[in-house]
């Protein structure tokens, strides 16, 4: 194939696209923001462009993006999942331009991607759903009133949203205030849109979602169903397929609903229906991506298909070569492995990977970006890598997982691979006793906190390889010499140092020290203020999170020496709670 494809993305799923573009003998652009210059995804590329732009997360600058395709001479733009993956505007203007976007058409994304009219499109597809309003709520007193006819607890979900952000629970009345601000908040910087809904909220269902085809000539397939229960924060851990212990008939139910509500609305290319599951087997819409998932990984291996590649020919116009009734062969989990430390409430934790090497063997799959020397960026999420084992059972599938993530080494920053180790090895998880509750129901598996103490400082060794932009364009040259001071070469070897941070959490001290790398969102307290422990304090926001931070004793704020905006760093000084004697 002669056609251009500019992947308007980053980061694994920009790889992930670059290797399916490869095996298609499709020419591939990359495109770059700041610190991405010398990342995987560009040097893999045939082409690659700066993103001009002023945003601070470039990814998301439309114009900018429309401009280097077309710059480019690019035929298909791939938006991946995350940032413009699921903004309609991007697709009508990718087709403004005479440029395929390789997803649904943007109607379909226009639909689906506001909650409250999904919710419509599954009703009238059939397809159950859970008690919610139809219509956003204009404030928290909007949804304390609706509340009060459902009972609690409530969610709050933002209508242009998923992927857990703009997503809280209100146990009580008096939390809906709270909730409704943080919620808003959240769903404005990360959709540009701060409208919410409510939707009544199932303590402990399981997360069970349908994998579904479209192509132009109106074929619509599901392509089995994935379990992705275990989750924090409501965003997905752990992944397998196919969902296990979910009766045939129930399997069956979802699969023709999925279909049901993507034909409804003229859906083309991958796409996901999510699903909550009670114990007795009722099963209730929860929302459709209009993409490509993170977890498409286990799919793929059960069922042989290569998801990505069949988006580009879809794309093309090609007729799906998908068999529509495709059973799963073995089973497959996915762990993400994310620069978080789950024990201090997953902070994120940004910094260099200084030392990374995947596993290798029978049945296993890495996909990831990151190399040693790689810098995980607080601008960006917090994935490092996506570990995939597959068996030909599940007890096979979990057992590679466990010696998987006993071979990988990730050194620099601290890592859910804890995390990831207790749960396969659970009693817990080896039972399938799954559902959304799971890291509380089964909370022996959170392991303690990092050493935040210690850093990973790589060796400095020389290398020649420069990058060098032309009107734009990214070039790779080699030039005689050692590197600049403080530059980092993939290969370079790990040691550790020693680093006391600025203010340590002692157990019922006074001074709160950050746990986190961030931004301070909000601040609620001011000084002289009475707390008590667990009253919240302030915000800081991390890879795209809001993490709030409370009180770790009672008594008075004495002093809180930041300002929002302010950057902070783990360990840096907070506040200071003067505990009465």
Not at 103 to 125: E, F, Q
Not at 193 to 205: F, K, S, T
Not at 332 to 359: K, L, Y
Not at 531 to 553: S, T
Request: hydrophobic content about 40%.
């Amino acid at each position: 194939m002669t056609e251009r494809v500019l992947i308007a993305n980053r980061g694994e799923i920009a790889v992930r696209i670059v290797r399916a573009c490869r095996d298609l003998g499709l020419t591939v652009i990359a495109v770059y923001g700041p610190g991405d210059d010398d990342s995987l995804h560009v040097r893999m590329a045939d082409e690659a462009y700066r993103i001009e732009s002023d945003r601070a997360i470039p990814y998301l600058d439309i114009p900018a993006l429309i401009a280097i395709a077309c710059r480019a001479k690019a035929h298909l733009v791939h938006p991946g999942y995350g940032f413009l993956a699921e903004n309609a505007t991007f697709a009508e203007e990718c087709a403004r331009a005479g440029l395929f976007f390789v997803g649904p058409p943007a109607g379909a994304i226009a639909t689906m991607g506001d909650k409250v009219a999904a919710r419509a499109s599954a009703v009238a597809a059939g397809v159950p759903i859970l008690p919610g309003t139809t219509q956003p709520v204009a404030d928290a007193e909007a949804a304390r009133a609706w509340a009060a006819g459902v009972g609690y607890p409530v969610v709050l979900k933002a209508a242009a949203g998923g992927g857990g952000r703009g997503f809280r629970i209100a146990e009580r009345a008096e939390d809906l205030p709270g909730a409704f601000v943080s919620a808003q908040s959240e769903a404005d910087r990360s959709f540009g849109d701060g409208r919410l809904y409510a939707e009544r909220y199932l303590m402990r269902p399981r997360h069970v979602e349908v994998q579904v085809f479209a192509d132009q000539q109106g074929h619509v397939i599901a392509i089995g169903d994935r379990d992705c229960s275990i989750q924090r924060r409501h965003q997905k851990l752990i992944e397998e397929s196919p969902a296990p212990n979910v009766p045939d008939s129930v399997r069956e139910q979802m699969a023709d609903a999925a279909i049901r509500l993507a034909r409804g609305v003229g859906y083309v290319s991958a796409g996901t229906l999510e699903f909550l599951v009670e114990p007795d087997g009722q099963f209730s819409f929860l929302e459709m991506n209009t993409r490509i998932q993170v977890e498409h990984t286990v799919t793929e291996e059960v069922h042989g298909v290569d998801l990505v590649r069949e988006q580009l020919l879809v794309a093309l116009g090609e007729p799906l070569s998908i068999a529509p009734h495709s059973n799963p062969r073995g089973h497959a989990v996915q762990c993400r492995i994310n620069a978080e430390d789950p024990g201090m409430g997953f902070a994120p934790t940004p910094g260099r990977v200084t030392r990374f090497v995947p596993p290798l063997g029978p049945g296993i799959r890495v996909d990831t970006a990151v190399e040693s020397g790689s810098v995980i960026s607080e601008r960006y999420d917090s994935m490092i890598a996506k570990l995939v084992a597959t068996g030909p059972s599940r007890e096979i599938a979990i057992a590679r997982m466990r010696r998987a993530l006993d071979e990988i080494v990730i050194e620099g920053v601290p890592s859910t691979i804890p995390l990831h180790r207790n749960v396969m090895a659970s009693t817990a998880f080896q039972d399938a006793r799954l559902s959304t509750s799971f890291l509380m129901d089964v909370a022996e598996v959170i392991p303690p906190p990092a050493d935040h103490d210690k850093v990973e400082i790589p060796d400095s060794d020389a290398w020649t390889e420069r990058t060098i932009e032309v009107n734009g364009r990214r070039f790779q040259v080699r030039v005689p010499g050692n590197p600049d001071p403080g530059a980092v070469h993939a290969t370079a070897r790990p040691k550790r140092a020693s680093r006391q941070p600025s203010t340590t959490i002692a157990a019922g001290g006074p001074k709160f020290a950050s746990p986190i790398q961030g931004s301070v969102l909000r601040i609620h307290k001011g000084v002289g203020d009475v707390v008590a422990i667990g009253d919240p304090v302030m915000v800081v926001e991390a890879m795209k999170m809001e993490n709030e931070l409370r009180a770790q004793r009672d008594g008075v704020l004495i002093e809180i020496p930041v300002s929002i905006g302010a950057s902070v760093k783990v360990g840096d000084h907070l506040f200071t709670v003067d505990s009465p004697e």
